[in-house]
Structure formats: structure tokens, C-alpha cells
């Protein structure tokens, strides 16, 4: 049995317009939480390749990923459950939302919020990310994209031993 310690990776999109930051209020087993536009990490992509889809999907809003605000480590224990999440936190563009698509699969609703709303509405946040990571943008941390290597390895089919 393999004991080693495996993190979640995950992508999330700090999305800003007109001062105000992109959040999804959806379904967990705590009840309805607001995070940024967030998910795990797919098999065979990049990280700007997955935070660009998961905003896609959450918020029915393309989104290009511009700059890295940061990669943060947070933990989560819920009853035998305990995660360690390893988030890389993309900032970007936004279009406007596709009327032909529908949000994802436990997002209730997309909300556009103030900081200070965000600070208020702490006791919602799905974790403290949430918080931290619009923090770290309104301070103004942007790293270059180059930052976070994908080798073509990644997105290459998986080896499959001859029958």
C-alpha cells in the first residue's frame, strides 16, 4: 500500500472588474459556500490551461489567465477526511457570460462582490484561500506566467504496456 503523502493540486481564477472580484456561491457538504472560480487540476493540462477551464465552467465566463498571484498550501479535515490542498491562483481577463452555457454542477449562482463584501462574508469562504488570495492581488503580487513550467510530457497520452 502507498502511504506516501499526495496534495490536491488545484487552480483558482481572482477574477477583478471595476473593483469588484468574481465569486461562485455553490453546494458543499458544509452548505452553500462562496470561493473564487476553483477546481482540481485535470489529468494532461497546464495549470492556466485548467484555471481557464474551471472558470469557463463555473461562471459560463472565458477567462485568460495573465499572471501568477501565488501558490498557497492550506489543509481541510472534515470527520476521517483530511486534505492538503496545493492552490496555484491565476489573475486574468474575463469575457462576458455565454447565454448558451449553463454553470456547473453545484454552483448556485455567480456573484460580483467589493473587498470589503469578500472581508464581510468570511464565515461563507469554502476555505481561507478565498480571502487570501484576493488579499495578495489587491496588494498587487503578480508573477510572470513563465513562472509555472508544464513539460510537454504532461499532455502526452499515457504509456499502455503492450498486451
Not at 34 to 46: M, R, T
Not at 67 to 76: D, E, I, N, T
Amino acid at each position: 500500500m502507498d502511504n506516501r503523502w499526495k496534495p490536491s493540486v488545484t487552480v483558482a481564477a481572482i477574477i477583478e472588474r471595476d473593483g469588484r472580484y468574481l465569486l461562485v456561491e455553490e453546494h458543499t457538504p458544509e452548505g452553500l459556500r462562496l470561493n473564487n472560480p476553483a477546481g482540481h487540476l485535470d489529468p494532461g493540462e497546464s495549470p492556466q490551461q485548467g484555471v481557464e477551464r474551471e472558470a469557463l465552467e463555473e461562471t459560463t465566463c472565458s477567462f485568460r489567465a495573465e499572471a501568477l498571484v501565488g501558490v498557497y498550501l492550506s489543509r481541510f479535515q472534515r470527520g476521517t477526511d483530511d486534505i492538503t490542498y496545493l492552490r496555484l491562483a491565476y489573475c486574468g481577463s474575463v469575457g462576458e457570460p455565454d447565454p448558451g452555457r449553463s454553470l456547473d454542477h453545484g454552483i448556485v449562482r455567480t456573484l460580483w462582490m467589493t473587498p470589503d463584501e469578500v472581508r464581510a462574508s468570511a464565515s461563507r469562504h469554502r476555505s481561507p484561500l478565498v480571502l487570501r488570495c484576493i488579499e495578495d492581488h489587491l496588494a498587487g503580487r503578480r508573477l510572470p506566467m513563465d513562472t509555472v513550467f508544464t513539460d510537454p510530457s504532461v499532455q502526452q497520452a499515457p504509456h499502455r504496456p503492450a498486451d
